[in-house]
């Protein structure tokens, strides 16, 4: 039975009286039983003695009775003016630890992709939440619509289109939750039949929810111009690409190579779908736009805001061919259970307000100086690690000596360095090709003496394309997550560790 609160005095307390024996008795072990459970914390008030009889339906004395009872044994206090309160001394017991194989964090996080969460702008983004609540229709907070806020929607298109040069209209873009929905989304409207080219360097996580969804990947070589477009497969439905930075290798997709995926795209039928990973975060070269400007109705460009913002927020996009607006929408579904309606409109708000613009040039400033630094440091420390893929995003490859990316992992470790391994990031199906572009040229000598094409095409003699020299071992560094404090203990540790595992 259900006491209420009445009158503002006690708490809703769920009392349980159908054991045998007298109303006193069962009271008593109901009440003990709820304070030794936890269920009735110290100092909670309990309910007046006519509120509980009332709605346990038995006698004020009894009710009287029972705490009298609990008070004497000190499970309960009682004093004039304050009421029948859960005695501080009786404590719920602690839990039972839960036991775990996994072991603790390590103090100084530089895995990749991972923004400071200290960095998060809470005083503009409640703003804007109050600007974007006050002025919401009501028919905001009611279902949503599955193609995401228009408000949303319309502000998406003018910044995509000053910043990244997209084109798109609010009618052609769909609101998801991230970048893994995204795919989900569109491996789910595509289908199975056919199989997808990957570059051959990417996320394992990706990789993994296409093959959940049925897809077979197919990797495509990538170097330093990014991926070798030629080598797509005639018969792929689609080809996956991070042309603004490479993903993890670094550098943007050449103009050759943006060219002919599209000569792709067009002579195959195929999709190219364009992972916006890291396009707002640039340090050393001019704005990169994206591929999605050159032909909207062959690509689908995805975008997110957990790097320049925070991945807490679950808030994404898709801007699409016309041709797959209303699949996708009826991939996710008539109700929207992804992206909350007000963290839509707040994110409208800042993007319309200027205070997203302004939010990134100051973070483009800050892991720009982390960036930095980390080379600094390695480069006085550490000289025999090479860094690269550095001009854009918020980590760093650092090459290291063929056979030593394990003991480098297990060196910084045992320092505390959370960091990953370059070797997880590549297509099991890859074969050996250029990992991080290299200044000074690759190895072999058709491609020094021009014969490779920057489209990663066969030479003009028709012999096959030159393989460049297996990726290097390496590490993926993030620099944008340590807050400032441990940045410097962070790079420390980092150092010592690559020291050890290279014997320098």
Excluded at 324 to 342: F, I, N
Aim: charged fraction near 25%; hydrophobic fraction near 40%.
């Amino acid at each position: 039975m259900t006491a209420a609160d009445h009158d503002g005095l006690g708490v809703d307390l769920h009392l349980e009286l159908s054991a045998a024996g007298g109303r006193r008795a069962v009271l008593i072990a109901a009440l003990r039983e709820a304070v030794r459970g936890g269920r009735l914390a110290p100092g909670t008030r309990l309910p007046p003695y006519r509120s509980l009889a009332a709605d346990l339906g038995i006698a004020r004395n009894t009710v009287a009775d029972a705490y009298a009872e609990l008070v004497a044994e000190g499970w309960l206090t009682s004093r004039q003016g304050s009421g029948t309160r859960v005695a501080d001394r009786v404590a719920a017991p602690a839990p039972r630890p839960v036991r775990t194989t996994a072991p603790p964090p390590l103090p100084y996080d530089l895995v990749q992709g991972k923004p400071d969460p200290g960095a998060f702008p809470r005083a503009a983004w409640l703003a804007a939440a109050r600007r974007a609540l006050a002025a919401a229709p009501h028919e905001a907070f009611g279902i949503g619509d599955p193609h995401g806020r228009i408000e949303l929607r319309l502000a998406l298109a003018e910044y995509l289109a000053r910043v990244r040069g997209v084109r798109t209209a609010p009618d052609r873009i769909v609101v998801c939750s991230g970048a893994a929905h995204a795919l989900r989304l569109l491996a789910r409207v595509l289908g199975p039949a056919a199989p997808w080219a990957v570059e051959a360097y990417g996320l394992p996580f990706h990789r993994g929810l296409l093959a959940e969804a049925g897809v077979t990947t197919l990797p495509v070589a990538v170097d330093g111009d990014g991926a070798r477009v030629a080598e797509i497969p005639e018969h792929a439905r689609a080809v996956l690409l991070t042309p603004a930075h490479q993903f993890p290798t670094g550098g943007p997709l050449h103009p050759e190579r943006r060219a002919g995926v599209l000569e792709w795209a067009r002579a195959s039928g195929g999709l190219v779908i364009e992972d916006d990973y890291d396009g707002e975060f640039r340090y050393d070269r001019r704005p990169v736009g994206a591929v999605q400007g050159l032909d909207p109705e062959r690509t689908a460009l995805i975008g997110s805001v957990s790097k320049s913002l925070s991945p807490a927020l679950r808030i994404g996009w898709m801007c699409l061919p016309s041709t797959l607006v209303e699949p996708v929408v009826a991939a996710k579904g008539q109700r929207e259970p992804y992206a909350s309606a007000t963290d839509q409109l707040t994110l409208a708000d800042l993007l319309a307000t200027g205070a997203y613009d302004r939010h990134v040039r100051r973070m483009r400033q800050r892991h720009r100086a982390r960036r930095d630094r980390l080379t600094a440091v390695l480069a006085e420390r550490v000289p025999a690690v090479r860094v690269t893929g550095i001009a854009a995003g918020l980590h760093a490859v650092l090459e290291l000596p063929a056979g030593t990316e394990r003991a480098a992992l297990a060196a910084t470790a045992r320092r505390g360095v959370a960091v990953e391994g370059l070797a997880p990031y590549r297509h099991p199906g890859a074969r050996d090709a250029t990992g991080p572009d290299d200044p000074d040229g690759p190895d072999d000598p058709a491609a020094r003496d021009g014969s490779a094409r920057r489209d990663g095409s066969a030479p003009r003699d028709g012999s096959a394309p030159p393989v460049a020299p297996g990726p290097p071992d390496g590490l993926v560094v993030g620099y944008a997550t340590p807050p400032e404090r441990l940045y410097p203990g962070a790079l420390d540790a980092l150092c010592a560790g690559l020291s050890e595992a290279l014997g320098s």
